[in-house]
């Protein structure tokens, strides 16, 4: 069946009985371009299989079939499950389980399905993209690569170079994690719905350790927070309000580092940021 033709899934979806959801981020992909694409860039020499999170009718998890040995592809909405019986019949190498990708205990699944290292790949529903990557990130489960669909504004966020002008508290935090790059860019015709907006397709190599040493991860993540949280304000104030810190207690912190406190979130690199959070402790 060709999974990415909207005449078949429409007609497929009707023969179900299925209505999109819009809380549930349901853009299905109707480009035949792009899966295989997707697919094709997203494993690491070392994975054993890939997990897909939010499969929908299965445009994205056959093409990944086709590639790795092993798929687990993690959906939500239970009406989904018959339509994926049909779109996936004869794909043994693919195994459909329930769950909350939020909520669920991906550590266990992972050990429990695959027996090495894993790659991520999904067109993630947009409500739960930062969340669902920090998720998978901080939880330093046993994933090499993630390759996502995203907003495309949410992709040049995650990717921006902390430093740069396009940076937020999400570019810091997937950097110490990972290494982002921009794939390519899928228009928002590619989707049934349309979405409101373009998408891109990012990867996330995940690092084997942070780029650089910090006494408390904790805090550093706070203090980044703090920083974006008012990003046009000068460190001193934006740190001073979100930190809860009266400002001449942070002058000791701004000179032991060697942060200037006139500077703002967007022009601090992630070691500036780490030698902050190193002084702020102290
Ligand atoms: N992969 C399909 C495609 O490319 O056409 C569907 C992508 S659609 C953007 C997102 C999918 O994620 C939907 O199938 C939706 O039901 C599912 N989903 C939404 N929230 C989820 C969650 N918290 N955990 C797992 N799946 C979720």
């Known amino acids: 069946m060709e999974l990415a033709?909207?005449?078949v899934v429409k007609g497929l979806l009707a023969r179900h009985g299925?209505?999109?959801s819009k809380s549930l981020g349901q853009n299905f992909l109707v480009d035949s371009s792009v899966c295989p694409q997707m697919a094709e860039l997203s494993g690491t020499d070392d994975a054993v299989g890939v997990l897909e999170i939010g499969p929908g009718i299965g445009v994205l998890t056959v093409e990944l079939a086709r590639l790795f040995p092993k798929v687990?592809?993690?959906e939500l909405d239970q009406r989904l499950f018959p339509v994926l019986k049909?779109?996936?019949h004869g794909f043994d190498a693919v195994h459909v389980v329930e769950g909350d990708a939020l909520k669920a205990d991906l550590s266990e699944l992972?050990?429990?399905?695959f027996d090495g290292p894993v790659v991520v790949c999904a067109n993630l529903p947009y409500y739960i993209t930062s969340p669902l990557l920090m998720r998978l990130l901080e939880s330093r489960l046993n994933i090499t690569a993630i390759t996502a669909m995203v907003q495309k504004e949410a992709?040049?966020?995650i990717c921006a170079e902390p430093g740069t002008r396009k940076a937020g508290a999400i570019s810091l935090a997937v950097h110490y994690y990972a290494q982002p790059q921009q794939l390519f860019d899928v228009p928002a015709s590619s989707f049934l719905p349309r979405p409101k907006v373009d998408s891109c397709v990012i990867r996330m190599d995940v690092r084997k350790k942070p780029p650089i040493e910090v006494k408390d991860e904790k805090l550093l993540f706070r203090v980044i927070r703090a920083a974006f949280a008012q990003r046009r304000k000068m460190l001193r104030g934006a740190l001073s309000a979100g930190l809860g810190?009266?400002?001449q207690d942070l002058v000791g912190a701004f000179q032991a580092s060697g942060v200037l406190e006139t500077k703002r979130a967007e022009q601090l690199t992630l070691a500036e940021f780490s030698a902050l959070a190193d002084a702020i402790g102290r």
Not at 110 to 113: L, P, Q, V
């Open 86 to 88: 049909e779109t996936l």
């Open 72 to 74: 687990v592809a993690m």
């Open 155 to 157: 992709g040049e966020r």
């Open 110 to 113: 992972i050990a429990r399905e």
């Open 5 to 7: 033709n909207p005449i």
């Open 18 to 20: 299925f209505h999109f």
């Open 245 to 247: 810190i009266a400002k």
